[in-house]
């Protein structure tokens, strides 16, 4: 985590599955960033803040994290720490630009439109991302605006690195809205596109928005990186826009289709 936090704990215990793990775009990033960003987002609920001023807070003083301070096996993606640091200034600019663009609060949520957000770093890359969200009085989601902000470092191509956080939103929809897989007398029920389907134009983002952080740090990753604050920025959407906490995924466990 990024927060200057002065006192923090994890442990993980072990948890039994019936089947084998298979890894998902952006790998153990996707369920890092949904607990760790829709916390804070209840966090700043809490606390009566606004969200964006709350992580910003949570972010603390701009500042290279140690190594000394991370796990003795933390693998940095097998980048050289010396080259690739957490820098939590990275964070905050890709927020403070992300907000920006979107015009956060200057719209305001409730009775069914809402706006979220989230930040992660992986793969070297931090992104943040804002997600509007549009729901009815039957819990169908509408997703009008997502805007992404992503430093990469170095960016030799940028209409490349577009069309992946394009993607990632499109990616992100689709898991947060069906991406369930389950199981029946010991058989994936799941085989294609039919029963495990893509956000299609009506369900994916309309607009998305993409803007690429001038830098001279070291290139870094594209393709995975989108992925992980999309799913967290909608649902804390969904929650600014109807006041309901989105806990378990797909959505349409939770009366949202």
């Not at 897989?181 to 389907?197: E, R």
Request: hydrophobic share 40%; proline share 7%; with cysteine.
């Amino acid at each position: 985590m990024p927060y200057a936090i002065p006192n923090h704990r994890a442990e993980n215990g072990e948890a039994k599955t019936h089947v084998r793990i298979g890894w998902l775009r952006s790998v153990c990033n996707v369920f890092h960033a949904y607990a760790e960003h829709s916390f804070a987002d209840e966090l700043a609920q809490a606390a009566g803040k606004d969200p964006r001023d709350y992580v910003l807070a949570l972010l603390g003083p701009d500042r290279i994290i140690p190594r000394t301070e991370l796990p003795k096996d933390y693998t940095n993606y097998d980048g050289d720490y010396e080259q690739y640091p957490i820098d939590t200034a990275r964070f905050r600019r890709v927020l403070e630009i992300a907000t920006e663009k979107a015009g956060w609060g200057k719209k305001k949520n409730g009775n069914g439109f809402g706006m979220g957000l989230a930040i992660h770093r992986s793969f070297l890359t931090y992104v943040a991302t804002v997600v509007e969200a549009e729901v009815d009085s039957g819990g169908a989601v509408r997703i009008p605006h997502v805007y992404t902000v992503v430093d990469a470092g170095i960016v030799a191509n940028p209409e490349m690195v577009r069309s992946q956080f394009e993607g990632a939103a499109v990616f992100g929809a689709s898991i947060a809205r069906t991406g369930e897989i389950t199981a029946t007398n010991g058989v994936i029920d799941q085989s294609n596109f039919h029963n495990y389907p893509v956000a299609r134009m009506n369900d994916a983002p309309v607009q998305v928005d993409v803007q690429i952080v001038e830098s001279t740090a070291s290139p870094a990753g594209v393709g995975e990186p989108g992925v992980p604050p999309f799913v967290p920025a909608l649902c804390n959407a969904i929650f600014a826009a109807t006041g309901k906490r989105v806990r378990e995924l797909p959505l349409t466990r939770n009366g949202f289709a």
